[in-house]
């Protein structure tokens, strides 16, 4: 059932309920968030004690993201073509039945590794649906002179979430356990349903000429992509986009065999707090900020800043020094993805998000599995005898970045970083994606006569 809104008479088009809806709805969803990133920690370490198989628990991670990686093009027409909130109710009722299964499973003593693997593979299909929904909803929710705060908000409500949920998590289970974990999860469920059910959600006018795409799930699925296509520089922006995803992707995996080479966990336990404390500043920048005015700008120098930050952090083994330099890249990553994804709210039709960011989410969800393909052997196959003392560049690039246990994988960092420049340098050479804000008109209504005339003026 569709919300009941009043009418922005000067526009025609509902009227949006604004930030302060935007936030409620957000601290919901990250709350109950929280709770379930508590739960699949707590899963994780208690399997890999369970059997010592490090083969276990990475069945686990890729459960939790290569389903909604595939199922997202669905998910994202499934958004587009019902109710948003009910789709984001289904959803969050979805989590609470199967964290629940998993919770009889573990009391009553019956868990398995597979029950885990079978149920976060289930969770992660319905969770598919969930954030091209919330991503879609934020045109309808916010005015547009508040997207690059609410961008702000969303990238920040996902940074703390992974600041403080090891740590957490960690803490609990020592004092209450899995099973005290299990209860918390389906507590911080209650807030995600219940911000939901009060937050009015618009449903999108259809302002694009989708009305065939409609009548046939295969050809809808497909209009999302040709939408994208038909927009000159919105392909390459994608494009940009899921090499930046492939790259954190990449250095989540790489970064532990090579700070381990240096320092123990202690320090590797340093180094990724400090990380991610740079997203959550990075987060508070572009909110207090906004971007520049061409988001584009935006989207490219934050990219340049991240690969600036790949050549350089693994140079010097040093805790400081790299704890730096994964400050660095995480403080820039969510002003480029924050820019990143307010262009595509603009440029994109309201009534097409859902399948556009669906699209988008897969196109980035199967980065992680393909960054962990490639970069592990690559690593352990060249990179890594390479570097060691009687290694081929011991005496070029030794002299620069030492030799030994971990100074193979800081090469292919950096390796990474300059070509990952290049791919941001020949972006913006592109006049198509250098001008996008300028060449593509906005296609949802702005919200306020600011807007208006800064559209004008954009397009002039």
Same mark, same amino acid.
């Given at each position: 059932?569709?919300?009941?809104?009043?009418?922005?008479?000067?526009?025609?088009?509902?009227?949006?309920?604004?930030?302060?809806?935007?936030?409620?709805?957000?601290?919901?969803?990250?709350?109950?968030?929280?709770? #379930?990133?508590?739960?699949?920690?707590?899963?994780?370490?208690?399997?890999?004690?369970?059997?010592?198989?490090?083969?276990?628990?990475?069945?686990?991670?890729?459960?939790?993201?290569?389903?909604?990686?595939?199922? /997202?093009?669905?998910?994202?027409?499934?958004?587009?073509?019902?109710?948003?909130?009910?789709?984001?109710?289904?959803?969050?009722? /979805?989590?609470?039945?199967?964290?629940?299964?998993?919770?009889?499973?573990?009391?009553?003593?019956?868990?398995?590794?597979?029950?885990?693997?079978?149920?976060?593979?289930?969770?992660?299909?319905?969770?598919?649906?969930?954030?091209?929904?919330?991503?879609?909803?934020?045109?309808?929710?916010?005015?547009?002179?508040?997207?690059?705060?609410? #961008?702000?908000?969303?990238?920040?409500?996902?940074?703390?979430?992974?600041?403080? =949920?090891?740590?957490?998590?960690?803490?609990?289970?020592?004092?209450?356990?899995?099973?005290?974990?299990?209860?918390?999860?389906?507590?911080?469920?209650?807030?995600?349903?219940?911000?939901?059910?009060?937050?009015?959600?618009?449903?999108?006018?259809?302002?694009?000429? #989708?009305?065939?795409?409609?009548?046939?799930?295969?050809?809808?699925?497909?209009?999302?992509?040709?939408?994208?296509?038909?927009?000159?520089?919105?392909?390459?922006?994608?494009?940009?986009?899921?090499?930046?995803?492939?790259?954190? =992707?990449?250095?989540?995996? $790489?970064?532990?065999?090579?700070? $381990?080479?240096?320092?123990?966990?202690?320090?590797?336990?340093?180094?990724?707090?400090?990380?991610?404390?740079?997203?959550?500043?990075?987060?508070?920048?572009?909110?207090?900020?906004?971007?520049?005015?061409?988001?584009?700008?935006?989207?490219?120098?934050?990219?340049?800043?991240?690969?600036?930050?790949?050549?350089?952090?693994?140079?010097?083994?040093?805790?400081?020094?790299?704890?730096?330099?994964?400050?660095?890249?995480?403080?820039?990553?969510?002003?480029?993805?924050?820019?990143?994804?307010?262009?595509?709210?603009?440029?994109?039709?309201?009534?097409?998000?859902?399948?556009?960011?669906?699209?988008?989410?897969?196109?980035?969800?199967?980065? =992680?599995?393909?960054?962990?393909?490639?970069?592990?052997?690559?690593?352990?196959?060249?990179?890594?005898? #390479?570097?060691?003392?009687?290694?081929?560049?011991?005496?070029?690039?030794?002299?620069?970045?030492?030799?030994?246990?971990?100074?193979?994988?800081?090469?292919?960092?950096?390796?990474?970083?300059?070509?990952?420049?290049?791919?941001?340098?020949?972006?913006?050479?592109?006049?198509?994606?250098?001008?996008?804000?300028?060449?593509?008109?906005?296609?949802?209504?702005?919200?306020?006569?600011?807007?208006?005339?800064?559209?004008?003026?954009?397009?002039?």
């Amino acid at each position: 059932m569709e919300e009941a809104l009043p009418i922005d008479t000067d526009n025609g088009l509902p009227e949006k309920p604004g930030l302060r809806s935007f936030t409620f709805l957000l601290v919901g969803q990250t709350i109950s968030l929280l709770g #379930n990133s508590l739960t699949s920690f707590g899963l994780g370490v208690w399997a890999y004690q369970k059997t010592g198989a490090v083969t276990d628990f990475a069945m686990i991670a890729l459960a939790a993201s290569l389903p909604a990686a595939f199922i /997202s093009p669905l998910a994202g027409t499934m958004v587009d073509r019902f109710n948003r909130k009910a789709v984001l109710l289904i959803g969050q009722t /979805s989590a609470v039945v199967l964290t629940a299964s998993l919770m009889i499973l573990y009391w009553l003593e019956f868990l398995q590794v597979w029950h885990i693997v079978l149920i976060t593979g289930l969770a992660a299909v319905f969770n598919a649906f969930v954030l091209p929904a919330v991503t879609a909803s934020i045109t309808m929710l916010v005015h547009t002179h508040e997207l690059p705060k609410a #961008n702000g908000m969303l990238s920040l409500a996902l940074g703390v979430v992974q600041l403080l =949920a090891p740590a957490i998590a960690g803490a609990l289970l020592l004092s209450i356990g899995l099973k005290g974990i299990f209860l918390i999860n389906l507590t911080t469920f209650f807030f995600g349903i219940v911000a939901l059910i009060i937050t009015p959600i618009p449903q999108p006018p259809h302002v694009s000429d #989708n009305k065939e795409s409609k009548d046939n799930l295969i050809k809808s699925m497909s209009f999302g992509w040709n939408h994208v296509r038909q927009r000159k520089g919105m392909v390459g922006l994608l494009s940009l986009h899921a090499a930046l995803a492939f790259n954190i =992707a990449a250095i989540g995996m $790489l970064m532990t065999p090579m700070v $381990l080479g240096f320092t123990d966990a202690a320090g590797l336990g340093m180094i990724a707090s400090i990380s991610g404390l740079g997203m959550v500043l990075g987060s508070i920048l572009i909110m207090a900020w906004g971007g520049p005015d061409r988001k584009i700008f935006g989207v490219s120098g934050g990219a340049m800043v991240v690969c600036i930050g790949l050549i350089l952090m693994p140079i010097q083994p040093s805790v400081a020094f790299v704890a730096l330099g994964g400050l660095l890249i995480m403080v820039a990553f969510p002003v480029s993805t924050a820019c990143n994804q307010e262009i595509f709210q603009r440029k994109i039709a309201s009534d097409v998000q859902g399948r556009v960011f669906g699209l988008r989410a897969f196109i980035c969800g199967i980065t =992680a599995p393909l960054a962990i393909v490639l970069a592990g052997p690559l690593a352990d196959g060249f990179f890594e005898p #390479n570097m060691l003392p009687d290694g081929v560049w011991a005496e070029s690039l030794g002299l620069i970045y030492g030799t030994g246990p971990g100074r193979g994988v800081a090469v292919m960092i950096s390796s990474m970083g300059i070509i990952s420049s290049f791919v941001v340098l020949a972006a913006m050479a592109s006049p198509n994606i250098r001008r996008i804000d300028l060449t593509l008109p906005d296609l949802n209504q702005p919200s306020t006569p600011t807007d208006n005339s800064r559209v004008q003026v954009e397009n002039s």
